[in-house]
């Protein structure tokens, strides 16, 4: 495996399921982010995870819950979720934060809440 | 406080046709600034990217961007579209400095005419 892999790609749950979703990096990277995709709107970042430590979190509900057990991987939780958190959830890498620090997405996983 | 805006959400163009696709952005501060690639079912692939050298930028695919700090632009160019090249288009601005935010435009959609 290259790059940042993402399993599953389709994901198809009811309001009160839990589901994961996994993210891996293959890069060396230090850092790791969560975007959720909307359609015909910005990413939104939802969090951040420097060295393992999660560094930000931009006001995501609480039934979004993301770990990061290592530098190269990095799960989010999703429990009793709502119809409108049906996304295209993309997960990214980068070697440090800095500003010039090129991210490095995934091929994201859709997610379909029912 | 940063933003990017990509005005109109799709352009069509015939194959072997100039490509332009527009962006512009507020940063308090000099940004970094990037384009990247969405094609159907995969994740974003970095284009290019501007880091305060050249501003005429070459990036992947013949593609090219020029910055234009008086006219806060940095609009995204090829000069002959292909088929290949139909995708969404995602212009992004981040601000210099650690732990700098990664703000995306809304993209546009490129279609290819034959």
């Known amino acids: 495996e290259t790059g940042v892999t993402q399993t599953p790609r389709h994901l198809v749950m009811g309001m009160t399921n839990k589901k994961s979703l996994k993210c891996e990096q293959h890069l060396g990277h230090n850092a790791m982010y969560w975007y959720k995709q909307s359609a015909k709107k910005p990413l939104e970042l939802m969090f951040v995870y420097s060295l393992e430590e999660r560094v930000e979190n931009n006001s995501v509900p609480s039934r979004f819950s993301p770990e990061c057990p290592n530098s190269s991987h990095l799960f989010l939780h999703l429990h009793t979720l709502q119809p409108e958190d049906s996304a295209l959830y993309l997960c990214a890498s980068s070697q440090g934060r800095e500003g010039y620090n090129e991210q490095f997405f995934g091929p994201g996983t859709r997610l379909t809440v029912l | 406080a940063q933003s990017v805006t990509q005005l109109g959400s799709h352009v069509s163009v015939s194959e072997g046709a100039l490509v332009l696709l527009r962006c512009n952005y507020s940063s308090s501060v000099p940004p970094y600034l990037f384009w990247y690639v969405q094609y159907p079912n995969q994740g974003l692939q970095l284009l290019l990217k501007?880091?305060?050298?050249?501003?005429l930028v070459k990036g992947i695919n013949g593609f090219e961007a020029e910055f234009k700090k008086s006219e806060t632009s940095f609009h995204l160019t090829k000069p002959s579209a292909h088929m290949s090249d139909a995708a969404e288009y995602f212009c992004a601005v981040r601000q210099t400095g650690a732990n700098s935010k990664l703000t995306f435009g809304k993209g546009i959609t490129l279609s290819v005419r034959p």
């Open positions: 501007y880091t305060s050298a050249a501003t």
